[in-house]
């Protein structure tokens, strides 16, 4: 079994136990990729409903949550006490720390990655989503990111501090929604130069490597190219006049 099939075993498995045990279950935190394994097991599953929560609404790395179908709950109501913040400080005149540095920090200390979400870092220190069972440990351990030492407190996820994200919104028309045409219109390549990028295994979909320059985009799949950065196909319009696709692209930059 490779990695891919035993995510979805596991996914399946939350997914039966909601619907035999009538509650509520969730995985831990999926990346993007290991999100579009879940939407593919969603699919084939009947008698729960589900839903996908980081904690706050851009969450890149969220679970999945499973809801027996007859279940008079609303989502908010499902996802409660799913996901707490941990709060990091920093002292003020100490050096700047990266996304890399929290996140290494935490990971020395044995925590598993499906564990945590995202982390939001800011000026003086970062928020980070995790689950509510390493908060004690955490609030106990976790005393250093990089070579600082930190403080660290919990925070209700309605009080975490999103950072502003700079996008830029691209509107293009393609011939088709075909992976090179996609990713030559969000980083302003040529076609030719995408579908060299993406033979050499420089862009991944969904945070899966693709090869296949003739590859469906699917709407709302996450474009990564290394070297360029990120990109979300928004939308896929209706035809134009010429017979191509209008596209809307968001840029981060």
């Not at 099939?5 to 999926?30: H, M, N, P």
């Not at 980081?54 to 409660?80: H, K, T, W």
Request: charge should be neutral; include cysteine.
């Amino acid at each position: 079994m490779d990695k891919d099939e035993l995510t979805i075993a596991k996914i399946e498995d939350k997914i039966s136990q909601c619907r035999d045990g009538w509650y509520v279950t969730a995985t831990g935190f999926l990346d993007l990729h290991e999100q579009a394994l879940a939407k593919r097991a969603v699919m084939r599953a009947a008698g729960v409903r589900t839903l996908m929560y980081g904690g706050y609404d851009d969450a890149e790395r969220r679970m999945l949550v499973c809801v027996p179908a007859d279940l008079p709950i609303s989502d908010e109501e499902a996802a409660e006490g799913l996901v707490e913040v941990l709060r990091v400080s920093k002292p003020a005149m100490s050096r700047a720390l990266s996304h890399r540095d929290y996140l290494g920090s935490i990971l020395g200390l044995g925590i598993e990655r499906r564990l945590t979400g995202d982390i939001l870092v800011r000026e003086d220190g970062a928020d980070i989503f995790i689950v509510p069972e390493i908060a004690d440990f955490l609030l106990r351990e976790y005393r250093q990111a990089g070579r600082t030492e930190v403080r660290t407190n919990t925070v209700p996820v309605t009080d975490v501090i999103i950072p502003e994200v700079r996008c830029q919104i691209i509107k293009d028309t393609v011939s088709s929604v075909r992976l090179d045409s996609v990713v030559s219109s969000a980083f302003r390549l040529s076609r030719s130069n995408a579908a060299e990028a993406i033979r050499r295994g420089l862009v991944s979909v969904d945070h899966a490597e693709c090869l296949r320059t003739d590859a469906k985009v699917e709407e709302g799949s996450v474009l990564v190219l290394k070297g360029k950065g990120k990109a979300v196909l928004d939308g896929i319009g209706s035809g134009s006049k010429k017979n191509r696709v209008w596209i809307t692209i968001r840029r981060f930059i």
